[in-house]
């Protein structure tokens, strides 16, 4: 198991990729993405229980969906990093021909993803899918899955909400990545999600707030209160309060970076703000 | 002429019912969802036999489809079931990306296809379906023609790895294929031999085709029904082998012409064998309320309709 300092340094490494990615080819989602670098490492580094290799089916380890599908560059960086597939790869990201296409898939056969995601909404009905499954075939372990606040405004969510919560799916884990940012503008101006915590309480989740998500070292110890809270009955919400755009000042308490890749003096002011530790692939 | 009996009308949907329960017994991961249709779809004694395989998810399809694709990862095979127009126009981004595109073997399994839902009007009566499902890469589709063929279908679709959607219907209708026939997905079925024209028959139409084969027959003309019971993958051998022979085609379908059998068969030929063609399917519009019969008669999808567009292809020729 990594100390908490590796896991800090894998955090900042993440983050350089994450930038190196979209800046290569002016495209891509950074500010989701640098937002949630804790939670992927606290995930894939010291949460999940995880099999060598990698089975479409999961057989005995745990499960993880990404339902906000545009974070892909944090996604890919930390599953390359978790031993998935080979770093250098991450040069490949959005090119033709790579199997790191915009939005996962699973079309290409990319290591360490279970569906494709990018349209959202999707997720969490795709997630309790596959917690349903670890109940029929008795595996004891634990479906996660991370979506964005925004896309909670689409309504196949409550529908995928109301089934877990109806049938006690209590093997799975919903964390809300709550930046409080969508495209158009923060959330309360676009379409306000309300008190999203009382709603999840309304449709009988359980609900855990992380208010620093990124502080590593609570994203860990809040995914972990997560899980012992799990086979009780009811599944679980993680509220994760996040900040787009985190580890880079100027990309940081905006919307405008959800979309949008920085030029080369951008690149190399963030880059600057996160000096290079596991190495840049 | 070869003659096919009526064995006793029944419904296509039961057959869907009778398949699962038969694989609820032959293939432990088969797992069944259900949007709030269970009698409808005569899910019942599945659902009786294998409670814990049966997962009722209420008035929200787009989660079924969701929660389907899930099901996949952990090795279920997940048949979904509601009518055809919430199996897919309404859930087509569902099924576009988290089945279609994610590769997850999921039957989508359709019932209430087409204008014989009947009373219920256009607002149920989808005659896009089978359109909208064969654009998506990867995607089966399979139009079986009576109960007995359905039940066949169902049963064969478990053992094929891949997405599928399984389009049948709420009236009864002749049973007339033999109970123990095989159902290959992919291999049409020539059910008359003739010379003079094709009669590609897909669904409900299929029976239609054969009575319309027996009034041609009395007027002297011969014609070969195949029953394209998949629509995609297409039978391309068997239709363009028929058409080599008759010069002509004519296409029956319970769907819009646009995005139908008849389009496919029009491609496939165009390409390999270019022959005139009539396309006996609805006219690019929507359905009403009436009866099932009223409505094929109106619409123009039964058997007179067919001899009509058969005795003009001919004279195409």
């Known amino acids: ?281 | 002429m070869k003659e096919y009996i009526d064995t006793g009308k029944k419904d296509t949907r039961s057959g869907f019912g009778a398949g699962l329960t038969e694989l609820g017994k032959s293939h432990p991961d088969v797992v069944a969802l259900c949007a709030d249709l269970t009698g409808s779809l005569k899910m019942d004694e599945f659902k009786a036999n294998h409670p814990e395989r049966f997962f009722q998810v209420g008035i929200a399809e787009a989660n079924m489809i969701g929660l389907a694709a899930g099901l996949t990862i952990g090795g279920k095979i997940p048949f979904t079931g509601t009518f055809a127009n919430f199996s897919t126009g309404r859930v087509y981004d569902q099924i576009r990306q988290s089945v279609a595109y994610s590769h997850k073997n999921v039957k989508i399994c359709a019932s209430h296809a087409g204008l014989t839902l009947g009373e219920d009007g256009a607002t149920h009566q989808i005659l896009e379906d089978i359109g909208l499902m064969k654009m998506l890469p990867g995607m089966t589709v399979i139009n079986p023609c009576d109960y007995n063929q359905t039940k066949a279908a169902t049963i064969a679709i478990a053992d094929h790895q891949g997405p599928v959607y399984l389009r049948f219907g709420r009236p009864s209708v002749p049973n007339f294929t033999p109970s123990d026939e095989p159902f290959v997905i992919g291999k049409a079925i020539t059910l008359t031999s003739g010379e003079d024209v094709t009669i590609v028959a897909t669904g409900h139409l299929v029976w239609e085709a054969l009575e319309a084969a027996k009034t041609l027959s009395a007027q002297g003309i011969s014609a070969e029904v195949i029953n394209m019971h998949t629509i995609k993958p297409l039978d391309s051998e068997c239709l363009l082998k028929s058409v080599t022979k008759t010069g002509c085609v004519v296409t029956a379908e319970e769907h819009n012409y646009l995005g139908g059998l008849g389009e496919s068969v029009a491609r496939e030929l165009s390409q390999n064998h270019p022959a005139p063609q009539e396309f006996v399917a609805t006219e690019d519009t929507f359905g009403e309320s009436g009866t099932p019969a009223q409505l094929m008669e109106k619409y123009g999808l039964n058997a007179a309709a067919i001899v009509a567009k058969a005795l003009k292809v001919i004279s195409r020729k």
């Open chain 1, 1 to 281: 198991m990594p100390n908490i300092n590796a896991l800090e340094d894998l955090v900042i490494q993440v983050r350089r990729d994450i930038l190196r990615q979209v800046h290569k080819v002016n495209s891509g989602h950074p500010g989701g993405s640098l937002g949630c670098a804790e939670f992927f490492v606290a995930l894939f580094q010291q949460v999940m229980q995880r099999n060598d290799g990698f089975d479409m089916n999961g057989h005995g380890e745990d499960l993880f969906f990404l339902s906000n599908g545009h974070i892909s560059p944090v996604f890919y960086s930390v599953l390359a990093r978790s031993g998935y597939f080979p770093i250098e790869e991450l040069s490949t990201f959005r090119l033709l021909n790579s199997r790191l296409q915009g939005h996962p898939t699973t079309h290409e056969g990319l290591p360490g993803v279970r569906v494709a995601s990018g349209s959202l909404g999707q997720g969490i009905s795709v997630a309790t899918g596959a917690a349903l499954v670890k109940k029929l075939n008795q595996d004891p372990h634990l479906v996660y899955t991370l979506c964005g606040d925004g896309e909670l405004q689409e309504g196949q969510n409550w529908e995928a909400i109301m089934y877990a919560a109806s049938n006690q799916v209590d093997n799975l884990i919903v964390t809300v990545d709550y930046n409080g940012q969508q495209i158009d503008g923060s959330l309360d101006d676009v379409l306000s999600l309300g008190n999203l915590r009382a709603k999840f309480e309304a449709f009988g989740w359980l609900v855990i707030e992380i208010q620093d998500g990124n502080d590593l070292n609570s994203v860990i110890s809040g995914l972990k209160s997560a899980k012992e809270h799990t086979g009780k009955g009811k599944p679980i919400c993680v509220l994760m309060h996040t900040v787009m755009g985190n580890g880079v000042d100027f990309m940081m308490h905006t919307h405008a970076w959800h979309g949008k890749a920085p030029n080369d003096d951008q690149l190399t002011l963030a880059l600057a703000q996160n000096p290079e530790t596991l190495g840049d692939y």
